[in-house]
């Protein structure tokens, strides 16, 4: 099944009773799953394309200047987070949001989502219906729209809550080619705001902090912001949000692409005191700490005021700031000038600071 | 991430083993994750707009026709099998198999598929290699090219080895709306072969029988049987396949949406002499087993013999057969004419017969 058909046969013997726990039977495809629908998803989430019970979304139709589309962008996301909710989201913002920026991040304007739900057994409806809520916020802020869906179900044990995965349809309309492997040296690299807020998060959701820190994460969707980025630029090279791994892995994987080198400054980077704090009570440094409300723009030099400007007077881009700037590969990706005036490199991530933070 | 980056970096200091078992940092988004899509997915799914490395994939610059294209199709899919691995499939072919078929359902070609790994710490590579391996056949049956993926990785005992979600984007080029809300009075309902034998395979592999009998699953690409079928009739009015719930389910979906009843002949209706076997001695109905090769088409009646004919010459098509008419709505949505003269009700699967399956 994909789509939701809203079907309650008029010879349908037996009334099935409202649901508080996830069984078996609701990955059934039969009552059990449509009573699952009627409940928890149609309400929250449904809407013309979602309701007409087909086994996939009919959709271009329904575009915006479909005789204009000529680019098209497709992304998917599997979402594994654990805790299931958090200071300042929970799995349904994530799944939303996580797709929604990677459509945004070829400097497309995300459209349409799909959502695949692995469910476990014994899930707590109620959990359920307030994750679904929470999609429905993030796609209506998002502007967007949940077009096709899956629900199955597995035994006890056999996940751990739920899983969603989400697939993201957008449209470009920018003349360049926005890619990771378009950095070119002398360009400014700007981020939109603080980092690690969103790993800090989760990891004292789930107790594992050892003291107490007052974050939240920055989950939000980002396309508005890099509509509004595009608006006053022609010049935006790269955009990227620096999920897992934090800057320093996504500005690695660009570097790589582009064949260049990147240069940060260390005190221009900007990062909460108290995501700093915990950061150096565990270990960890923030650079490498996921981000799920963040982006790296890379632009050209004689643009960047302008864009930084149009970032700041976004909700997601107060803190926006110019943190390095792009050189000639010489001997390595990506390099910090630190505050104390030395330059040490950044590598990729090798090996897992924070588990199913996304 | 999203695109598969081949990034391996200059400045890399420590290369990293080849992996035998998935460990919590293939999930990391650093280098493990990336010497996983080297080792396991790129060499069997990549292609040009995979390897691009961005957040997303840029698709309609190669849509064939893509001036000409007006209507989108998107579907998707979560895929939990259990056993991964059956007589005739796995849960890779499945993950193909199952999206391209629910495009193909709205008449459309599929053209571009996603998939997001959710992967259990300790699963075999080689078992995942297998897997994939298996996609990358079932997508190349189908013509399909997989532009954007995800991996994420779950502690032992959090999954069942793996699950894979796969999301399909294809175009229609059909004058009319295939939709489970297009049977008329009056049309002629057509199945592409025989029913039941995915699920009883499935039971088969997880020993659940309790005797042995050999039957294979049915797994197939469906998008080339559809394509030769809207060839030959523009009065296809309904396409659908029959997975979770079986026939009698779908069917059910299909005279609810269209608000007539379907009255189908018991003995026209193709299954295998095994399947029917191992069904009476479970006391299961065979028409309420899952599909996942076979599609119901509902046409006017006055193509139906042409339809059938261009089906039964497609190798997934050869027992293709006549088994029911559609009438305006009376007692019942589902009706069975049985061998012995009598009429039966057939409702929708109300609880769970296999969980599962697909």
Redesign the interface.
Known sequence: ??NY?S?E??????P?PHSDRI???H????????RLVKQVFMPRIGNAILD??????????N?KN?YA????????????VSPLIFPGGDIGRLSICGTV???S??G?APL?L?????LEEGLDVKLLEKIVDSMHIAAEEAGVSI?????????R????GL?I?T????V?NYPNNI???SACPGDIVIVSGTLGDHGIAVLAARGELGFSAEVKSDIAPLNHLVQEMIAVSKHIHVL??P???GLA?TL??IA??SRVSIILDEKAIPIKPVVAGACEMLGFDPLYI?NEGKLIAIVAKEDATYILKAMQKNPYGIDAAIIGEVHEYS???VLLKTEYGSTR?L???????L??I?
């Open positions: 099944m994909t058909p079907m046969s008029p010879n349908c013997p037996t099935l069984v078996m039977g990955g059934s495809g039969g009552l059990l799953t449509n007409t019970g087909d086994d996939a979304a009919l959709i271009l139709d575009l479909s589309v000529h680019k098209l962008v497709l992304s998917t996301d599997s979402h594994v920026n990677d459509v991040m070829l497309a349409y799909t959502a695949g739900f692995i077009v096709a869906g899956d629900t199955k179900v597995v035994q044990g056999k996940a751990d899983y995965t697939t993201g349809l957008g470009v890619s990771g492997a990227r949000d999920t897992r791994g892995t690695n994987e790589h692409q996921a001997s390595a990706e490199i590598n990729t991530l090798s090996g897992e600071i588990p199913r996304c």
